[in-house]
């Protein structure tokens, strides 16, 4: 038998034991989940170092805090999210106790990516403890010290039969795929997403997929463009421009490009100074596969800002290029690296023709100073979710719905939507045996029935 059959049959007996019903035990493992945080934060922020060469600055910022609100959050609201929650009635069950209640649904699947790897696992962990599941969390081979970090500190924080951490890349993921679970929760580009989709319909496995696309950036001529300029560098540039919903292009009117090159320039050197390589605050590519990929899609371009790269160290400069043809190369992958691509449009209605005629964006950042403009933006599209004049800020608060549509995933989490998406809403209706009266016109044969009515 092996090793993940064993873990997963583990978990499920650890699951069909009872343990995580009492909402004392999963208070009690949040809890504790919170403590890890709390107590190795200098550990985390020293993996990504190593892994993205990410700022220490950044890793409390941009997971760190998420996580231990969401935890936060579930345990202050656990009592209320786990109880019955009553719906209306109809004339027949007047006297019936009517409610919906959240069950577990067993043993979950969690499969991460590297770009966050502690946000992408903890996240939905936080929520499959909180709705009583048992979870096997499988985090990216390629975030190295931070998934070995992870697999060193679960157990000893967490119940280790209930959610146990399985190493490996694909072929070990496969293994698990090939397994029965009761939920799949996977985070992770799109082509994978298809993988994990078609395993979970040999049992009928519902999925989560967080998966990725590219998010467009739209800067109307009418906005204030060096403060548009400053949050979309910061949003495309932070973590080496390996964020599910960092901007991927822009869309602006060609009369604007030069004022939003200006502004991302002067930015960028306010940022990370003249020799972005030499500072604490840029990060690297996860690795060399990525590298040559991000490389290969500047290919053929002058980037009028960046385009330095250094393969010793995964490293590649903010690079911004302008006037990039709609359907070149580059506008048909997620970037997913630190290049932005500027495409030029006629004016608003182009540019949201533009974005209808491609997948549907995880993430959609509309920047302007009109109103209506942004209505009728918001209106005419669609995309997982969209920040206006700002970008990426729509993810940090629990209380939004953070997920796909389309080609960019399904499923929701975050807050009490991750308690929603891993539990089972059961549909109860408890009635007495009493008033047997009501009842009778439902019985055969049909001759007395139509006399009793
Ligand atoms: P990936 O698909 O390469 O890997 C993700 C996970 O899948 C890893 O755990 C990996 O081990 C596993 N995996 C890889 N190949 C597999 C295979 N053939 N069979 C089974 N499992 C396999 O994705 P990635 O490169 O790690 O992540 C980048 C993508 O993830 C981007 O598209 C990004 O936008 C997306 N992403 C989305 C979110 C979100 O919340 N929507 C968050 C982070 C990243």
Not at 196 to 223: F, H, Q, W
Not at 418 to 439: D, G, I, W
Request: net charge neutral; glycine share 6%; aromatic share 8%.
């Amino acid at each position: 038998v092996s090793m993940a059959r064993q873990v997963v049959q583990r978990a499920k007996e650890a699951f069909l034991s009872g343990r995580t019903r009492p909402l004392e035990f999963r208070l009690q493992q949040l809890q504790s989940l919170q403590r890890m945080i709390t107590e190795k934060e200098t550990e985390i922020c020293t993996a990504l170092k190593q892994d993205l060469h990410r700022s220490q600055y950044d890793t409390p910022l941009l997971e760190l805090i998420s996580i231990e609100n969401e935890l936060k959050l579930a345990m202050e609201k656990l009592s209320e999210w786990a109880s019955r929650r009553p719906v209306e009635k109809n004339l027949l069950s007047l006297s019936d106790e009517v409610y919906i209640h959240p069950q577990p649904l067993g043993v979950v699947l969690i499969i991460g990516a590297w770009n966050y790897p502690w946000a992408v696992t903890l996240l939905p962990l936080v929520g499959a403890i909180a709705a009583g599941n048992a979870a096997v969390v499988k985090p990216s081979e390629l975030s190295e010290h931070s998934s070995l970090l992870l697999r060193a500190l679960l157990p000893r924080y967490l119940d280790m039969e209930l959610y146990p951490v399985v190493m490996g890349g694909a072929s070990e993921t496969q293994e698990l795929l090939r397994l029965r679970f009761d939920h799949i929760f996977y985070t992770g580009s799109c082509a994978v997403g298809r993988l994990v989709m078609e395993a979970a319909a040999r049992y009928l496995t519902p999925v989560t997929l967080e998966l990725g696309g590219k998010s467009p950036c739209y800067i109307d001529k009418n906005c204030n463009i060096m403060v548009a300029c400053r949050r979309i560098t910061w949003g495309k540039f932070v973590n080496c421009g390996q964020t599910c919903i960092a901007p991927d292009y822009i869309l602006c009117e060609r009369s604007i490009q030069g004022r939003v090159v200006d502004c991302i320039r002067q930015t960028l050197l306010e940022f990370y100074g003249i020799d972005p390589k030499s500072s604490p605050d840029y990060g690297r590519i996860i690795n060399r596969h990525h590298f040559n990929r991000v490389v290969g899609l500047m290919e053929g371009y002058a980037p009028v800002l960046g385009g330095q790269s250094d393969p010793s160290q995964c490293y590649i400069a903010p690079t911004v290029l302008r006037d990039v043809p709609p359907h070149s190369r580059l506008m048909q992958e997620e970037i997913f690296g630190p290049v932005l691509p500027i495409v030029t449009v006629s004016d608003m209605d182009d540019a949201i023709s533009f974005i209808n005629e491609r997948e549907k964006p995880l993430a959609l950042y509309i920047f302007s100073s009109d109103k209506k403009a942004i209505n009728k933006m918001m209106e005419e599209t669609t995309s997982g979710g969209v920040t206006v004049n700002d970008v990426m800020m729509h993810y940090t608060l629990s209380s939004l719905p953070f997920g796909g549509v389309g080609q960019s995933g399904m499923g929701r989490y975050h807050g009490k939507h991750t308690f929603e998406q891993l539990s089972h809403h059961r549909a109860c209706l408890v009635r007495s045996l009493a008033m047997e009266n009501v009842n009778l016109s439902r019985y055969p044969p049909q001759d007395r029935r139509r006399a009793r009515r």
